[in-house]
């Protein structure tokens, strides 16, 4: 049984820095797809970061150069190191996993954590 469990949030003063952690059970990081989304009230689910088996990335325009994906396979650990935090990042954030190694659109995540909000005041 795979389980996703997310920790790592809180809250932050603009231009601050957490790193959300992913911790996989019955799932190996390196060998499938997976991502970051999140998720603010009333808006739709995005997808802001993932990483393949091979280790190629991809980020959402709002994040990119501020936001770094990556994992440790030794932990079997997921990271997203967010950066130079806007009062906009502030949403709940869910790591995700599919069960391919290639990533694939956004509604092919096969897993799912159950979130760790991030918080950002200006």
């Known amino acids: 049984q795979v389980q996703l469990v997310e920790s790592g949030g809180g809250s932050v003063q603009a231009g601050g820095s957490l790193r959300l952690s992913c911790v996989a059970y019955g799932y190996t990081v390196d060998r499938y797809c997976m991502g970051w989304f999140r998720q603010a009230p009333g808006k739709e689910r995005e997808e802001v970061a993932r990483?393949?088996?091979?280790?190629?990335?991809g980020y959402a325009e709002s994040v990119k150069d501020r936001f770094t994906i990556s994992r440790d396979t030794a932990k079997n650990i997921l990271y997203l190191q967010m950066n130079s935090l806007k009062p906009e990042d502030t949403a709940m954030y869910y790591c995700?996993?599919?069960?391919?190694?290639?990533?694939?659109?956004?509604?092919?995540?096969?897993?799912w954590g159950q979130g760790t909000q991030v918080t950002v005041s200006s």
């Open positions: 995700a996993a599919d069960a391919e190694p290639l990533c694939r659109g956004r509604d092919d995540y096969r897993y």
């Open positions: 990483m393949n088996m091979y280790g190629a990335t």
